[in-house]
């Protein structure tokens, strides 16, 4: 007999934006006991793993992706207590949980790098990657190279005063890079990493990790354009990211996450082309990271063919036994159902395919009950990465921006019942964003009771997925010759084959399955099963038994 593979191999992941989740104290911010209060939503929805954005001490610029103390909470988030008390209560309802590491960069007010920054001789002083550049002819000081943030307008590099010098940011100028070279940082890092998993954390999902580690001659990138899972980029990162230094900090990450046993893991927030990222999971048949994110399904059109052509590009780039990490929405892209132009039966072809696909499904908070953007105007944007576009391109303030530019749009609080403000936090205070105004149709506590619900149709998967061998540990065979809008896999175990059919079009489609195939789920009560064949109305998906 086979052996099973690995808890992460198959597991699906709900990923909590604390500050949006539960406010339980009243000020209006969500925080770890709130997430403690609501831990049986994620059970009853069947997520196998909790992955938490960052809770850390910051003075959350970029809402904790800025960290000022790795190793205590942030007050507004709770204590070490309450984070001690998450993990803890998590694991009694049979729950992974899974804590973000921001090891690229941290806070400008940590205390390392206001040390560094004091001067080129004290302790810290290579603690980040600070270089000279040169002068121009008035003696403004010019950078060392082309390099481009990860934002594409802004630089990378940032003037300090203090030191004459350029310090590395690969995101905003507030969060300088971490100097990965320095053997000191490295040992400081991963002893807190093993602090965070000595307290039971089953493992990491690892922020920009591919921005981690850049060309050490400071040469520059490629000046021509490019795109990565659908955002463009100004000039092409051969010099900034996914370096073989970036691939090899994986293999040294995974060694500590290895000193506590097979079973903890990390999962990378990388970009790039799929051949390329598999690297980080194998390089050179050294192992690294677990399981890295494919973003690609949050740019792709909806349209079959978009879906086919990725789902084969990822089983030929992750074969068994590595596994695709699939992923529709997060808390920097737009939500999904608002890219579909909000139609339900759309969300539920897309939660069809993410369930049941083979690897990892993640899901965002909101996801689940079809939370959608809830549009803030750029000037009032809270979220800093709209806010330095806003300063660099002023001319779209006044425009409805691509939705991915105002992170607050996709962060707004996770909507519980009908409550005022969602029943996030208290009628009587402000939540740090305002709730939408689809709250009435769009809350957990009405589609719980509602079988025709989205949330309904999440549960329904995701219990099929943890019931079926052949959904978690069966191989998938792509279907070529499906018509143009359809999409059909089997998932094959060693005991069952399970179909998955999808229409994707504006007309209805009947698709023969064979005598003996029996109906196990269907996004849409038109469909049907009859002597062997299935029938789809537009925008819909089946999962059947095959005979
Ligand atoms: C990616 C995170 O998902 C995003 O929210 C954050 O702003 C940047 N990394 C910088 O840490």
């Known amino acids: 007999m086979r052996a099973a593979s690995p808890w992460w191999a198959s597991t699906s992941i709900y990923q909590v934006y604390p500050r949006s989740f539960v406010d339980s104290n009243g000020d209006g911010i969500g925080d770890l006991p709130g997430v403690v209060s609501r831990l049986d939503h994620l059970v009853d929805l069947g997520v196998k793993a909790l992955w938490l954005s960052p809770f850390f001490r910051s003075p959350q610029r970029d809402f904790g992706y ?49 040390e560094s920054r004091a001067s080129r001789t004290n302790p810290r002083a290579d603690w980040y990657v600070w270089a000279e550049g040169s002068r121009d002819r008035r003696g403004r000081p010019v950078p060392p190279n082309n390099w481009r943030s990860e934002l594409q307008l802004p630089r990378a590099w940032q003037w300090s005063h203090e030191r004459q010098q350029w310090y590395l940011a690969s995101f905003l100028s507030f969060q300088p890079d971490l ?29 920009i990790f591919g921005s981690c580690m850049q060309d050490a001659a400071l040469r520059d990138n490629a000046p021509w354009p490019t795109l990565y899972a659908g955002i463009p980029r100004v000039q092409t990162p051969n010099r900034t990211l996914n370096t073989d230094d970036c691939f090899a900090l994986a293999g040294d990450l995974r060694a500590v996450c290895d000193e506590f046993g097979p079973d903890r893991i990390l999962l990378g927030e990388v970009f790039g082309p799929s051949s390329v990222l598999r690297r980080y999971v194998s390089d050179g ?35 068994p036994p590595m596994a695709p990490t699939y992923v529709l929405e997060n808390h920097d892209r737009a939500r999904s159902l608002s890219r579909v132009g909000g139609d339900l039966r759309k969300a539920r072809v897309l939660a069809t395919l993410l369930c049941t696909l083979r690897g990892v499904a993640v899901l965002y908070q909101g996801q689940e009950i079809g939370m959608e953007n809830r549009y803030i105007p750029l000037a009032d944007a809270k979220d800093p990465m709209a806010q330095t576009v806003a300063r660099h391109l002023p001319e779209w303030l006044n425009q409805r921006l691509p939705e991915r530019l105002n992170r607050d749009e996709v962060r707004s609080p996770m909507q519980w019942t009908a409550a005022p403000h969602a029943g996030f936090c208290p009628p009587d205070v402000a939540p740090w964003l305002p709730t939408h105004d689809n709250v009435l149709q769009r809350n957990v506590e009405s589609q719980v009771r509602d ?36 999409i059909r896999y089997d998932r094959v175990g060693e005991h069952e084959r399970i179909v998955v059919v999808a229409n994707l079009g504006d007309s209805l489609t009947e698709m023969r399955l064979g005598e003996g195939a029996t109906l196990l789920a269907a996004s849409d009560p038109g469909c049907g099963l009859n002597n062997g064949a299935v029938t789809l109305p537009p925008h819909t998906a089946a999962v059947a038994l095959l005979g």
């Open 179 to 207: 100097n990965w070279r320095n053997p000191s940082v490295r040992a400081e890092m991963f002893d807190m990493v093993r602090m965070w998993l000595g307290r039971g954390v089953d493992g990491f999902r690892l922020d």
């Open 66 to 114: 800025d960290i000022s103390d790795y190793r205590d909470v942030a007050p507004e988030y709770g204590t070490l207590d309450d984070a001690q008390r998450l993990i803890d209560e998590a694991h009694r309802r049979g729950l992974a949980v899974i804590f973000d590491l921001v090891l690229n960069h941290t806070s400008d007010q940590h205390p390392w790098f206001v």
């Open 285 to 319: 048949g050294r192992a690294g990271l677990h399981l890295v994110f494919l973003f690609d399904f949050l740019a792709a059109r909806y349209s079959a063919t978009a879906y086919r052509g990725l789902i084969a590009r990822f089983e030929r780039d992750f074969p």
């Open 451 to 486: 079988p025709d619900s989205l949330l309904t149709w999440y549960r329904t998967l995701l219990a099929l997925r943890a019931e079926r061998e052949a959904l978690r540990e069966g191989r998938l065979e792509l279907a070529a010759d499906t018509a143009r809008h359809v």
